[in-house]
């Protein structure tokens, strides 16, 4: 049981960082104005929603997270949580059976929350490979934004004159 409140505890850590992320990135106009960075960031605050019916069983504190790169280490880190709670809430139910009784959830509602977890699986497997896409535009936003930095503009006869 404490393990399971730990790894609860851990998946609403990082629930909570993306709830940052997430706001963060959609008060980025630049962001919102590309439709398929829209979507991702849509889905991805949804998903967070989501996930509450996990993590309000062992709330934490607000965090704040700004780096859109650590999208995928938090995804990947709550995809290995909700199999290791799964796996645990399984246990638990076998171990204990119909007078099992955690955070004032009786065996039904357990049984609900491991197949809403199972979909949650699912979903987080979607926003990851999704991620590969929407860090690509942000790599490509860096990337075309830093290539004028410092330099001027070329004039026509510069480049005929390849000067």
Do not use: C
């Amino acid at each position: 049981m404490e393990k399971l409140t730990r790894e609860i505890r851990e998946l609403s850590q990082t629930n909570a960082e993306l709830t940052s992320l997430g706001e963060f990135l959609t008060s980025q106009k630049q962001l919102m104005n590309k439709k398929a960075a829209q979507i991702f960031i849509l889905d991805l605050r949804d998903y967070v929603e989501a996930i509450e019916v996990v993590t309000q069983l062992v709330p934490v504190a607000d965090a704040e997270e700004r780096d859109p790169r650590k999208i995928n280490s938090l995804l990947t880190r709550e995809y290995e949580l909700i199999k290791l709670i799964q796996r645990d809430f399984n246990r638990l139910l076998k171990a204990q059976g119909e007078e099992v009784q955690l955070f004032e959830r009786n065996e039904e509602e357990i049984k609900e929350l491991v197949q809403k977890l199972d979909k949650l699986h699912i979903l987080n497997q979607f926003l990851l490979h999704d991620n590969l896409v929407f860090q690509g535009m942000i790599n490509t936003k860096e990337a075309a934004g830093n290539v004028r930095v410092g330099a001027k503009k070329k004039t026509l006869w510069q480049k005929l004159l390849r000067r």
